[in-house]
């Protein structure tokens, strides 16, 4: 075998051998490519978004509506999700909204929020804002809002406060005949009680806006005050040694008339009918008549049934059978008993 015939079965043997030991890699990946370019073409999903003018579809693999928004020319910064529809195992339809911008007035200064929520419970969780259970929020925090709107949230504190207040005592009457009509005793001092009230303040941002009584706890009773009304009747010593009950007594002064006729009264004048003011003692009134001492001199016995053109205020005029009798009693001052 020549020269040249050996080099010709050598490179025959080497290229089938090259050739044999190579084939496995060079198959395995054409396997390969062939399978994972479907793997990564199932993992690919496309998102439909429109705010309802314009609409754009973004394709992501294995990502979420949120990613999808951001990589669009919509923009997570200025729009927001208003809700995901799936349309397939692989195409989901987004409807977005452009947000806007929402005040919120609350402990003293405004805060801003960007957002595209509408409902103001939501709004405020997402500016930060934190609610105690008794604050006060203006829109209400189910409320839904669609524009640029100033939310207010008032803060609401309560206080409790205690304090001691008195119970006033009553004024209880009784009548009693140890004491004479118009005269009145205190047969026991009334004493205050005592009692705890509890009052709730409740402020609004710090101001006052009511207060108001939660409870109240007697602590001391109160003691009544008794007071004691006499029912006797006041006497006056007659002439004959005897006691007479009056209702009032007056200082008067007394002149003396005689003649007989009629009174104004109709009656036949006489001793014991006297004339007087009816403005002051009226007609038809029981009296018994004497000196301021009561024993100088007595008329006694009389009844208020004449007046007298002279006669005004404190006076009476007696009547006297003669008169004589008239000149000698003159003009005197006198008491004048109302009896009862």
């Known amino acids: 075998m020549n020269l040249f015939a050996s080099m010709r079965i050598f490179h025959h043997d080497f290229t089938r051998e090259y050739i044999r030991h190579r084939a496995m890699p060079l198959a395995a990946l054409v396997l390969t490519t062939s399978v994972t ?5 199932a993992g690919v999903d496309t998102y439909e978004l429109s705010d309802g003018v314009t609409t754009e579809r973004v394709s992501l693999y294995q990502e979420d509506a949120e990613t999808a ?30 947000k806007y911008d929402v005040t919120i007035a609350v402990d003293g200064t405004t805060v801003t929020c960007h957002t595209g929520d509408s409902q103001v419970s939501n709004i405020l969780r997402q500016a930060g804002v934190s609610l105690g259970d008794e604050d006060l929020v203006e829109p209400s925090l189910d409320t839904k809002i669609t524009e640029p709107t100033q939310i207010k949230v008032v803060r609401v504190t309560k206080k409790e406060k205690t304090e001691t207040q008195a119970i006033p005592f009553t004024t209880e009457t009784r009548a009693t005949d140890e004491l004479y009509t118009g005269d009145t005793r205190v047969a026991q001092q009334g004493v205050n009680g005592s009692k705890e009230i509890t009052l709730e303040y409740t402020y609004h941002d710090g101001v006052q806006v009511s207060c108001t009584q939660t409870n109240e706890e007697v602590v001391t009773e109160p003691i009544a005050q008794i007071v004691e009304t006499g029912t006797k009747q006041p006497t006056v010593a007659t002439s004959g040694g005897g006691a007479v009950a009056y209702s009032r007594v007056l200082t008067v002064e007394a002149t003396a008339y005689s003649g007989g006729g009629l009174t104004a009264s109709g009656t036949q004048a006489r001793v014991g009918a006297i004339a007087v003011d009816p403005r002051v003692i009226p007609l038809g009134s029981r009296l018994y008549i004497t000196s301021q001492d009561g024993s100088s001199w007595v008329y006694g016995y009389a009844v208020a ?29 006198a008491k004048v008993y109302i009896l009862s």
């Open 37 to 41: 370019v479907p793997v990564l073409a």
């Open 69 to 98: 928004l951001a990589r669009s020319t919509f923009g997570d910064e200025d729009y927001a999700i208003v809700s995901v529809r799936t349309d397939g195992e692989d195409f989901y339809s987004v409807t977005v909204k452009q």
């Open 305 to 333: 049934e004449d007046t007298g053109g002279a006669i005004k205020g404190n006076r009476i005029d007696l009547y006297f059978n003669s008169e004589a009798q008239c000149s000698s009693f003159g003009r005197r001052s």
